[in-house]
């Protein structure tokens, strides 16, 4: 006969408490919210690096949708500037401008396009456009001067870097507002807005800033012919396209970051 044999089954312990700690905070950075006069509140994110300011002053490099962009691009400056005999890149304050809201983000980031509305197999169709102007402004007689009253800073080295929406915006400034940036980085910039908005700017611009246009895989509208339209004349030499294979338009801005600020923070010209 088989005795029966009875097993006592632990019981899974419980989950161990959380160890209580504090939040991660980014040294030699602060974050401060500038109200537009329309009343819209942009929370502006900077780090500074903690060796002083050359004699001409940092290099600035402006970062929109600061909110998912502006940590990784101010942990990666510092990092290539650490290393700066190796890479060439010195020091230079990091701002990242938050986008806010999808809808406030399209408004900001679009130029003026009278009777043209974004179709509805694009992106944020229905939703307002037409505010660069605006935001652009806010840009230059808001967020520069709080920066410039805290840091000295190299007026001729401010770069805009931008994604998709972002990028088109960087493309405008360029070509619209030559003088207000050093040089601007335009990461998959959305070209099919306004239904070739961007190729007719580039028609009229002239004494443009150098321009660094990156690009993954499958873009809806390829660059290289609004380089070539860029680059004459006076301006030759003035664009340069970086290739980003393997990236979709989702990724690409994680790929541009460390080229970005190559860009903006060479101790070479651009």
Do not use: C
């Amino acid at each position: 006969m088989v005795a029966a044999v009875m097993l006592a089954v632990a019981a899974p312990a419980a989950p161990a408490a959380p160890v209580a700690g504090v939040p991660y905070t980014l040294p030699h950075s602060d974050e401060q919210v500038v109200r537009a006069k329309n009343g819209d509140a942009y929370p502006i994110l900077i780090a500074w690096p903690e060796a002083p300011p050359p004699p001409g002053g940092y290099p600035v490099l402006y970062v929109l949708d600061g909110e998912d962009n502006f940590a990784i691009a101010a942990l990666t400056a510092r990092r290539l500037a650490r290393a700066g005999a190796r890479t060439g890149i010195s020091d230079g304050i990091v701002v990242g401008i938050a986008a806010g809201p999808l809808p406030r983000r399209t408004r900001d980031y679009t130029p003026a396009t009278p009777g043209w509305t974004i179709p509805a197999n694009r992106p944020a169709s229905g939703m307002a456009t037409g505010g660069a102007e605006a935001f652009l402004d806010f840009v230059e007689r808001q967020v520069k001067p709080l920066v410039r009253r805290r840091w000295r800073v190299d007026r001729s080295r401010e770069t805009l870097l931008g994604h998709s929406f972002g990028g088109l915006l960087a493309l405008h400034a360029a070509l619209t507002r030559p003088a207000m940036f050093g040089g601007v980085v335009a990461v998959s910039p959305s070209l099919w807005f306004g239904d070739g908005l961007i190729a007719r700017e580039v028609a009229t611009a002239k004494d443009v800033p150098p321009m660094l246009i990156a690009e993954g895989d499958g873009a809806a509208v390829a660059p290289a012919e609004l380089i070539r339209s860029i680059d004459r004349g006076a301006d030759a030499g003035r664009v340069r396209f970086l290739p980003l294979p393997g990236q979709s338009h989702g990724t690409t801005m994680l790929a541009a970051i460390a080229p970005a600020i190559r860009f903006a923070f060479s101790g070479a010209e651009h």
